[in-house]
Every structure is written in structure tokens, then in C-alpha cells.
């Protein structure tokens, strides 16, 4: 089952321009992950914030926690043709001891 | 370290057939998970082991599949009786025996029964 649910599910945006992914989930988390996955490849490991943090940078990446309501957004920053992906968020729960992804947004940057 | 390796890449096989798909996971790495994902969906859990032992699978597992991960390094995914619904992108990844970290996936494996 997906815990997690991203909006949009699709995005298409100019090179240059900031991309912004949400996700919700439904129960509580000692963690969230974003992970990039390119057409017929495995996943790539962003960025991983702690459910006491509010807010985490990486790079051109910016995530946010809101526990309260249980979602996430991730902004990538001047985006770039390479960044074209799609993207996951995923929920990790220590009773469960894996992490359960979403349906992802389909990130399309034009360059 | 060359990252999380999966073989076959690819895998074309017919219907009722058993196939076999082989993980080697970062040596360091004592969890190693498998997640199969569909056109258009993301990853869904499978199973996972903590160093030999496997200690969950899905409901998702039927009595078709059976995983492996010997002495606690490589792991296999076995599927009995292929149907045409196995059909998917069978990603493996490993990570430390810690909640604060990342997995690290191989490129999958893509199963085709036809």
C-alpha cells in the first residue's frame, strides 16, 4: 500500500524556474526521504528529514515537515534539463522498519 | 564500493516459467530490502533482510516468490509459475542497520512474462 501521496503528479516547467512537490501521508513517521528515479532506473537518495525538523537544505534542495498536518514539500531550486525525473516521497515508521514510497510527481524541465 | 548491483537487467521470460534475480548490496550495508514497482506507481515493499534473516515479507509475496540472502551478503528473489501480472521492475536496496539513512538502490531488474 502507499503511504505517501504527491501533488502534483505531473510538472512541467522552464529551465531556471523553482519546482515545488508536495506529499501527504497518513500516519506517523520518524522520518520522510525524497528520492529522484530517471525513466527505467533505480532510485536516488536526496535528502532525509528527521520528523523534530522543520526544514532541511541540500544543495538546490529545500525540504519542509509539517507534522501537524502530515506533509512535505520539496523545492528544487533553478531547475535544470538534467533534473527531469520523477520524484518520491518516502515515509519511514521505526515500528515498521522500511519505508513506504508514494506514487511520485513526474518532474519534465524544458530547457 | 560500486553501489548496489542487480542481475539480469532485463529478463523476458513466458508464462509458468521460474526466474531468478540475483542482488549484491553494499558490503557495509547489513539491510537489504526488495520492492517491486509498476508503470506509472511507486515502489512497493516485498521483503527485507537483516543480515541473513529475513524478517518481514508483504502480503503482496504469494507462495510464488521466495527470497534469499545467504550468509548475510547477496540475495535472490525467486519467481515460481510466472504470471503475466508479475510483470514489473524488481528494484532491490540496501541500507545500515539505522532509521536515519538512506537507501541505496540498485537499477532493477525489468521482468517481462509473456
Known amino acids: 500500500s502507499q503511504q505517501g501521496e504527491e501533488d502534483p503528479q505531473a510538472l512541467s516547467i522552464q529551465e531556471g524556474e523553482n519546482a515545488t512537490m508536495n506529499c501527504s501521508y497518513k500516519?506517523?513517521?520518524?522520518?520522510l526521504q525524497w528520492y529522484r528515479q530517471n525513466s527505467g532506473r533505480g532510485l536516488v537518495h536526496l535528502i532525509l528529514?528527521?520528523?523534530?525538523?522543520r526544514e532541511k537544505h541540500s544543495g538546490r534542495l529545500r525540504v519542509t515537515l509539517d507534522t501537524s498536518k502530515k506533509s512535505s514539500s520539496l523545492l528544487i531550486t533553478a531547475s535544470r534539463a538534467a533534473d527531469t525525473a520523477s520524484y518520491f516521497c518516502a515515509t519511514y515508521s521505526g515500528g515498521y522498519q522500511k519505508v513506504t514510497f508514494g506514487i511520485g510527481t513526474k518532474l519534465q524541465v524544458i530547457p | 564500493d560500486t553501489g548496489v548491483s542487480q542481475d539480469p537487467r532485463h529478463k523476458i521470460t513466458k508464462r509458468g516459467q521460474n526466474v531468478t534475480f540475483r542482488c549484491d548490496p553494499i558490503?557495509?550495508?547489513?539491510?537489504l530490502y526488495w520492492y517491486r514497482q509498476t508503470l506509472g506507481q511507486g515502489p512497493e515493499f516485498l521483503t527485507y533482510f537483516q543480515n541473513e534473516a529475513q524478517l518481514e515479507k508483504s502480503r503482496l509475496l504469494s507462495d510464488r516468490f521466495s527470497a534469499e540472502r545467504p550468509k548475510g551478503s547477496f540475495s535472490t528473489l525467486e519467481i515460481q509459475r510466472t504470471e503475466q501480472g508479475d510483470s514489473a521492475m524488481y528494484l532491490c536496496?540496501?541500507?545500515?542497520?539505522?532509521?536515519?539513512?538512506?537507501?541505496?538502490f540498485g537499477s532493477g531488474t525489468r521482468l517481462t512474462v509473456v
Open positions: 536496496a540496501s541500507t545500515y542497520d539505522r532509521e536515519d539513512y538512506g537507501y541505496t
Open positions: 500516519t506517523s513517521i520518524n522520518n
Open positions: 528529514i528527521r520528523s523534530n525538523e
Open positions: 558490503s557495509e550495508h547489513n539491510r
